[in-house]
């Protein structure tokens, strides 16, 4: 019965990966992306594929054929993609062959590549080689978001490159309203074309929320009326980071079911403190406390509204801190949360970027050559997040996870009735009603908790639930440290074991919320109880 029991769990989980990915067209009901005929929730699980830089065509074509790179998006995880196209290749460049384009860039040897790898690729226009990837992304049966980049084909993005908001020079309203226009009607056909974004990253000094509401809604009004099956994603102001005009003036839009908002955030996005020079806790709360005033607020409230976090990202060789102790950070609010995402980047490289040629993604997910990850212990890191943890027409009663977000490990329980880390794929389901005063972890379906033992030891599981030690809250400014006293009133934060798999307790790392000087790194000591009811 144990067995069968674990073999079903994992059912499930494999289940939330892939169940929800041919349910189309969507549409919304408060802050969820659901399937117009079910009802049930579909999730987000996106990675970007970027095809608006200058050379106009999806990267990775130098490197290996396209169906080779498409197969690899499930493969990986990955239900969904977040293509980009800057608005001039269809309004301007859409009948002129890649290979003109390449040679103009003068990069003969990602041609010689192409040529190698996806021959056919040279002699097309940029649509055409644009509708081959679609194509292909299509049989394949991954969900797109089509999204407008730019208009001039370039790298994105800057503040004073002149591309970044309405009536800018090159983003000019009545050419990106055409370029829309055609885009939502062109891709009609495509069943897995889900979504477009009216434009990424708004920015620049002609910002201001009053051409926001004019032109938002006419560009939205252009995707739903060309093609009404269509999401329609909305960027904030700021490179996409701010919507808190919305606090005071809807966007009152007659087709709301159809309406999500689009986020970005990166260890760099805003003046939240350095990551390096200042207590994680404080830097971390610091984050998702803006995070919130600026745009996680519209997923709550009396009229919730679904919110794509649309990019996100890190160094993915490791060798960025600052990125290190973010991801971690930003992770637990994605898993908290339940968030739709789309993380930066796929492709492990470019034809063409910012005049290097051949040049490097240290925030894909692949590495250069498109064929390993460049992080190998991604899959783990992510693999929960890639999983559906609530779905609002679910019948089932609510459980949590315990989760780790630095390692991407779920809790288990050991022969010897002792916490370990395992895969996210079946994992142990708790029940926790605590607060500030503290409660009981306790094991769904039994009549044990967990009770900490000592500093330095595995908490076990207990029928002595009104234990002290058997009392747990969230501690610190971050609320990711799990805190329990031992027998001297001390209180012990649960914590990974350096040789082995088991979870320990031991001293709490910089919880004290006014310590400016404590630079440890408490992140091992991050857990999460998350909610489930799938």
């Known amino acids: 019965m144990k067995m069968l029991c674990k073999v079903s769990v994992l059912l499930l989980f494999l289940a939330t990966l892939t169940c929800y990915c041919n349910a189309l067209p969507l549409s919304t009901h408060k802050r969820w992306i659901i399937d117009d005929a079910t009802g049930k929730r579909v999730k987000f699980t996106c990675a970007h594929w970027v095809a608006h830089a200058k050379p106009m065509v999806a990267e990775g074509l130098d490197q290996l054929p396209l169906n080779d790179i498409v197969k690899q998006f499930p493969e990986r995880g990955f239900n969904c993609v977040r293509l980009s196209y800057a608005t001039y290749m269809f309004t301007r460049y859409a ?25 056919w690729v040279l002699n097309m226009t940029h649509l055409q080689a644009y509708d081959a990837v679609v194509d292909a992304l299509d049989k394949q049966g991954v969900m797109m978001l089509i999204d407008n980049h730019v208009s001039m084909p370039k790298w994105c993005c800057d503040r004073q490159d002149q591309n970044g908001f309405f009536n800018d020079r090159h983003f000019q309203p009545q050419e990106w ?37 004019k032109y938002v809604r006419q560009g939205a009004r252009t995707i739903h009326q060309h093609n009404p099956n269509l999401l329609v994603v909305i960027s904030g102001l700021d490179f996409d980071k701010d919507f808190t005009f919305l606090k005071n003036k809807p966007l009152d839009l007659n087709f709301t079911k159809k309406i999500v908002y689009e986020a970005h955030l990166y260890s760099f996005t805003g003046d939240t403190g350095s990551w390096s020079l200042q207590p994680v806790n404080r830097v971390c709360a610091s984050v998702l406390e803006s995070v919130q005033n600026l745009w996680g607020f519209l997923i709550g409230g009396s009229n919730p509204a679904p919110m794509f976090v649309s990019e ?20 637990s609010y994605l898993a908290a949360m339940d968030m739709d995402w789309s993380l930066w980047s796929f492709g492990g490289s470019y034809y063409y970027r910012q005049g290097n040629v051949g040049a490097d993604e240290s925030y894909a997910v692949l590495t250069h050559d498109w064929t390993r990850y460049r ?13 559906l943890l609530q779905d609002p027409t679910s019948n089932l009663s609510k459980s ?35 607060d500030n005063n503290g409660a009981p972890i306790r094991m769904m379906d039994s009549p044990l908790c967990l009770k900490a033992t000592g500093e330095g030891l595995p908490p076990t ?27 001297n009133g001390e209180l012990l934060c649960l914590d990974t074991d350096s040789h082995s798999s088991k979870l ?6 910089c919880i004290d919320d ?12 991050w857990f999460q109880l998350l909610t489930t009811n799938v």
């Not at 002129?96 to 790898?117: F, M």
């Not at 309203?177 to 974004?197: E, N, S, Y």
């Not at 990711?480 to 027998?487: S, Y």
């Open 95 to 119: 009948n002129v062959s890649i290979g003109e384009t390449l040679r103009s860039l003068d990069i003969p040897e990602r041609v010689a590549a192409i040529e190698k790898h996806n021959p």
């Open 177 to 213: 309203l055409q370029g829309l226009a055609f885009v939502a009607r062109h891709f009609k056909p495509k069943r897995h074309v889900v979504a477009m974004d009216l434009r990424n990253e708004l920015r620049g000094s002609r910002e201001s929320s009053k051409d926001w509401y």
């Open 312 to 331: 996100f990202g890190y160094d993915m060789t490791g060798e960025n801190d600052a990125d290190n102790k973010y991801i971690v950070c930003f992770k």
């Open 375 to 387: 992080d190998p212990k991604f899959p783990h890191k992510f693999q929960l997040l890639q999983s």
């Open 400 to 434: 949590q996870i315990l989760f780790h977000p630095l390692s991407g490990n779920c809790t288990h329980v050991s022969s010897k009735k002792e916490l370990e880390f395992g895969d996210c794929k079946n994992h142990v389901r708790w029940s926790f009603e605590g």
């Open 461 to 487: 599981l207990s029928k002595d639930c009104l234990s002290p030690q058997s009392s747990w809250r969230f501690v610190s400014v971050t609320g990711l440290h799990l805190a329990t006293k031992n027998k």
């Open 504 to 509: 320990v307790t031991e001293k709490c790392i």
């Open 514 to 525: 006014d310590d400016s000087a404590c630079l440890d790194n408490p992140q091992n000591q």
